[in-house]
């Protein structure tokens, strides 16, 4: 029996990993076989590497790298880490990926507006097309000035030498999580609002849970 393939998506402070992990833990008591991949990899692949550098700058600011051209690093970063993984699914194994090509449409879609973002989106989907497609993505949505709030909060806000690209430019990650929006409610990706109604503070971790379980059962991912 084929297995099911989950992405996870969000912005800094969503809790992706944290969620990522509550949910295994979930699966796995409910004897189900989980597989994780963690994208990108920044150094396991070559394409990793050039991901790395392009973060870095390396390739050159953000404005001057084209997103097709960003997109392919990554693109080719998670084809070099996962092909040996994608058995798995074969095998009946529930994959779970933290990132995968939703973060592309979402940070390099930003980067465009109207008609050019959907004609780069479905470049991006042509580009990865035979890569294994998700069944599920989850996209755990958070206001950008919120993130940079918690970051601040929790003190882990890196000096601007040590901030990649993207993190350096607040533009960037409001335009990121607008396309992010767009495309998940246009290809009916499961959107979880971590930000509590009418407070500028984020859900509770277990409150946000239980959510991506009540809706995952919806999906009959606890039932395969």
């Not at 979402?106 to 959907?118: A, I, L, N, V």
């Not at 950008?144 to 918690?150: F, I, N, R």
């Not at 859900?203 to 849970?209: G, N, Q, S, V």
Request: net charge negative.
């Amino acid at each position: 029996m084929k297995g099911r393939f989950l992405v996870i998506e969000g912005g800094d402070c969503s809790g992706k990993t944290t969620q990522a992990e509550l949910l295994i833990e979930d699966l796995r008591n409910a004897g189900k076989e989980i597989l994780v991949l963690d994208f990108p990899t920044y150094e396991d692949t070559l394409g990793g590497t050039t991901v790395k550098w392009y973060l870095e700058g390396k390739f050159g600011a953000l404005d001057e790298v084209p997103a097709e051209v960003a997109s392919l690093c990554y693109a080719l970063d998670r084809y070099q880490f996962a092909k040996e993984n994608w058995k798995a699914l074969e095998n009946g194994k529930i994959l779970i990926a933290n990132r995968y090509t939703q973060s592309n449409m979402g940070h390099q879609g930003g980067k465009f507006k109207g008609k050019d973002r959907h004609e780069f989106i479905k470049w991006v989907e042509d580009v990865e097309r035979r890569m294994p497609q998700p069944d599920i993505v989850i996209y755990l949505d958070l206001p950008v000035e919120l993130s940079l709030k918690l970051k601040e909060q929790r003190g882990n806000n890196k000096g601007a030498k040590d901030m990649d690209i993207h993190e350096k430019d607040i533009q960037h990650l409001k335009d990121a999580r607008e396309c992010y929006l767009e495309t998940a409610k246009i290809k009916n990706w499961i959107i979880i609002d971590c930000k509590k109604s009418n407070e500028d503070s984020i859900r509770a971790i277990e409150d946000i849970h239980d959510e991506i379980i009540e809706k995952l059962k919806k999906e009959g991912l606890f039932n395969q």
